[in-house]
């Protein structure tokens, strides 16, 4: 990949423009019997250029994320969404959900581990990989009198999230919709924790069920944690209204 002047571009009579519509998913063969879903670049309605296996799994890509404060919300937004509902984020949930299985077996626990268990396998399963899981609108950012607008899915929360889903049907599908339920909650309520940390309380009702998301808000590190995601009910709305801030 190189970097043209826009001398060079007149030069050459290239035609500057967005690319996102060319970015296909495609259905690659990987043996006789089996395919996996990648990206492909459509360059005609005939012809698309498909990413090299491995592609969409590499440890850039999951390590790798672009600032969003510095893109326009929108686009942030439709990048959380993408991250959030895409194979990349099954892969890895999958993974880290199936090493969390062999974690208990190896400690012999069926049922949910205890506080000092699960910091057992939190510690030997957590790689400091985080996912994009959505967006303050510029609205709530400024209500909040947050710096950031990004907010993270850390994989140790998705440890934490293994565990106390256990049993819910919590399965990697209702991520993809964390990124709306942030950006544009129809409740969102704020408790003020200590000079360093403040909780966020996202509401949303999706296909007429209800999610609840809390996000730490970490002043000194100017940072934005998902610390949980469910499905709740109108009584824990309606605890949490009566008990903190009310944002909007």
């Keep these: 990949m190189i970097a043209l002047a826009e001398r060079d571009i007149e030069r050459r009579n290239l035609v500057v423009g967005e690319s996102q519509e060319r970015l296909i998913e495609y259905n690659r063969k990987i043996n006789a019997t089996q395919t996996e879903k990648t990206t492909a670049f459509k360059v005609s309605d005939d012809k698309w250029v498909v990413t090299d296996r491995g592609f969409d799994y590499n440890v850039g890509h999951t390590t790798y994320k672009p600032n969003l404060d510095h893109y326009p919300e929108s686009l942030a937004h439709q990048f959380a969404k993408r991250e959030m509902g895409g194979e ?13 299985k062999q974690a208990k077996q ?3 626990l069926n049922a949910k581990l205890t506080s000092d268990d699960l910091t057992t396998v939190r ?3 957590r790689r400091e990989y985080k996912f994009t899981a959505g967006v303050l609108n510029a609205a709530d950012k400024t209500t909040l009198m947050s710096e950031t607008a990004t907010v993270w899915l850390s994989d140790d929360t998705l440890i934490k999230q293994f565990n106390s889903r256990e049993g819910q049907n919590f399965d990697y599908q209702e991520y993809q919709f964390l990124p709306d339920v ?11 924790v200590s ?5 966020l309380y996202f509401f949303k009702r999706i296909n007429e069920r209800l999610y609840m998301s809390v996000v730490k808000h970490l002043k000194d590190s100017n ?4 610390e949980s995601f469910r499905s709740t009910n109108d009584k824990e709305l309606k605890r949490v209204k009566n008990k903190y801030q009310q944002m909007r």
């Design 182 to 192: 942030i950006y544009s909650a129809d409740n969102l309520y704020s408790l003020e």
């Design 223 to 226: 940072e934005l944690f998902a």
């Design 123 to 125: 510690n030997q399963l």
């Design 195 to 199: 000079e360093r940390l403040t909780k």
């Design 88 to 100: 990349g984020f099954k892969f890895d949930f999958k993974q880290l959900e199936d090493e969390f």
């Design 106 to 108: 190896r400690l012999n």
